[in-house]
């Protein structure tokens, strides 16, 4: 496997390739310090790839109180096929460029062959963070029509 992180919030595109039909799996552990400006309740992951796959055995290792929420099932959207896994907390990840968030879970797939991947990682921000970013929308939409009504 080889593979590139590149361009926020965080995608890993990687190559795979078998040497053998009989049930290949790659195992995908991964830790990420939050270095965002917001704090993390979630943390999303999509798993795109140009082969047929499964989802198995997503787990969280640090910090301790977060878990797996969900595997989505696997499907296909016209040009690759997508899984999704939800990692959900008890305590969010403070954005101090420290705090971590060390996940793994496995591709199972069939053939040997090359196969594509992206693993894309996107934070969910605490609600007290969505509501100020709305408000200062908000703000921001009333000063604008009140300057284009003078």
């Known amino acids: 496997m080889s593979g590139d992180q590149y361009w926020a919030p965080g995608h890993m595109l990687g190559t795979v390739k078998t040497d053998t039909q009989q049930d290949p799996t790659l195992t995908l552990a991964t830790g990420i310090n939050n270095d965002s400006s917001f704090a993390w309740t979630a943390f999303i992951v999509n798993v795109y790839m140009n082969n047929t796959f499964t989802l198995a055995n997503a787990a969280v290792t640090a910090p301790g109180d977060w878990t797996v929420v969900s595997v989505s099932p696997v499907i296909y959207t016209g040009s690759n096929y997508v899984g999704t896994i ?8 403070p954005n101090d460029n420290v705090s971590e968030l060390d996940f793994s879970y496995q591709l ?14 996107t934070p969910v921000p605490e609600p007290g963070t969505v509501a100020l970013v709305a408000v200062g929308g908000l703000l921001l939409a009333q000063f ?7």
């Open 144 to 150: 604008t029509l009140r300057r284009g009504r003078r």
């Open 86 to 93: 939800l990692f959900d907390t008890g305590a969010p990840i």
């Open 108 to 121: 199972h797939f069939s053939g040997n062959t090359s196969y594509t991947f992206t693993q894309e990682m």
